[in-house]
């Protein structure tokens, strides 16, 4: 099982949650503020920002592999359009090795969204 940081449209409620059909929510969670979401379309892109001052809300989900596999056909990772890797979250989480989708795509004409996408 792998933990999974979602914070767009993944989320419960969201119009792609049903990738996460069958598996187990873990808990709200909140990302430390090292991080920003931009509006990239209908969805959104988490990117590293050092000037962040607010963390990113969103959900811990636990996921077997299949769903993990699937979740990267999503994401588009092996299209370079997100890539899987660590996220810092606070809260009940500081030290957990969870993962978030990082989008990878310029952002510099995709507005900030604040740090809650909207469901």
Partial sequence: MTLVFV?????????????????????PART????RLHR???YPGLVAAADATT?????????DDDCLAELD?????DQGLYRRERVLLDGAFPDAQ???YFYLK?????????????V
């Fill in 40 to 42: 990239v379309s209908d």
């Fill in 7 to 27: 914070y767009g449209t993944l989320k419960r409620g969201g119009t792609n949650h049903h990738h996460l059909a069958g598996q187990e929510f873990v808990a």
């Fill in 32 to 35: 430390l503020p090292r991080y």
């Fill in 73 to 77: 056909r999503f994401e588009g990772t």
């Fill in 98 to 100: 969870v993962q978030a």
């Fill in 106 to 118: 310029d952002v510099s004409e995709c507005p900030d969204c604040g740090p809650t996408w909207p």
């Fill in 55 to 63: 963390g990113i809300t969103g959900e811990v989900w636990s996921v």
